[in-house]
């Protein structure tokens, strides 16, 4: 949010892909006029529901309205569309001139991709972006760039690493009966155990991880971008 605030204090704001809808609410809080579009029917009467905030169900290119918006938000939904292109046009077209667009996706040239167990390999990642490829696709869509950076979240590292872990020991277990007081004890111990082992492992690696940001090697990559046209 701070990233475009410095240069659009208020004004109309859409999120595309709202997830919970915090985002949305805190927006909303800051004095912008906020609108989300979302694929998920459940998603949109949930965060409706629960923001007050207008939502549109469906795609991008469905949503018309005849009002700019200041600022788009699209958080780790490019790498869900197997046409980033169109949909970055789509974004476009929706944006005043001059407007801003904040755009993030998982960084498959991060150190912690070589990992099979890096946490943005899913079956529902149709596309993978690094910094270079992002940028020629923002660009290409007729978006201005204006900051482009990595970024490594806390607990990537420690994720990436236990999933190729677990990945490498798995074998078919039979199926335990939890229901014993004594294993429900054992796994509230196990997860009090994860919890901690994740929280010190990321603090350890707080200049580890802000290095890895410099050289761009972060498990994110975000671009803000300007809307080019000034017809």
Not at 144 to 166: C, K, N, P, V, Y
Request: net charge neutral; with cysteine; glycine share 8%.
């Amino acid at each position: 949010m701070n990233r475009f605030r410095r240069v659009i204090e208020t004004g109309r704001l859409l999120e595309i892909g709202v997830g919970s809808g915090s985002f949305l609410l805190y927006a909303h809080t800051l004095g912008y006029s906020t609108l989300g579009i979302d694929l998920s029917a459940a998603i949109c009467g949930r965060v409706e529901q629960n923001t007050g905030i207008p939502m549109h169900c469906g795609s991008v290119e469905s949503f018309s309205d005849e009002s700019p918006f200041d600022v788009v938000v699209m958080n780790h939904v490019l790498e869900h569309v197997a046409y980033p292109l169109v949909l970055l046009k789509a974004v476009r077209a929706r944006l005043k001139p001059g407007g801003l667009l904040h755009l993030a996706v998982p960084n498959v040239s991060s150190w912690e991709a070589r990992l099979s167990g890096w946490n943005s390999y899913e079956p529902y990642h149709l596309i993978y972006f690094t910094p270079k490829s992002l940028r020629l696709a923002v660009e290409k869509a007729g978006f201005e760039i204006q900051d482009l950076m990595t970024h490594e979240s806390f607990s990537g590292w420690f994720l990436a690493i236990l999933r190729t872990l677990l990945k490498k020991t798995h074998t078919e277990q039979p199926q335990i009966e939890l229901h014993h007081p004594h294993m429900k004890l054992s796994i509230s111990f196990v997860e009090h155990a994860y919890r901690l082992l994740m929280v010190t492992w990321g603090l350890l690696t707080i200049p580890f991880r802000r290095l890895q940001e410099l050289l761009g090697k972060g498990d994110e990559v975000i671009v803000v971008a300007r809307n080019g046209s000034f017809d």
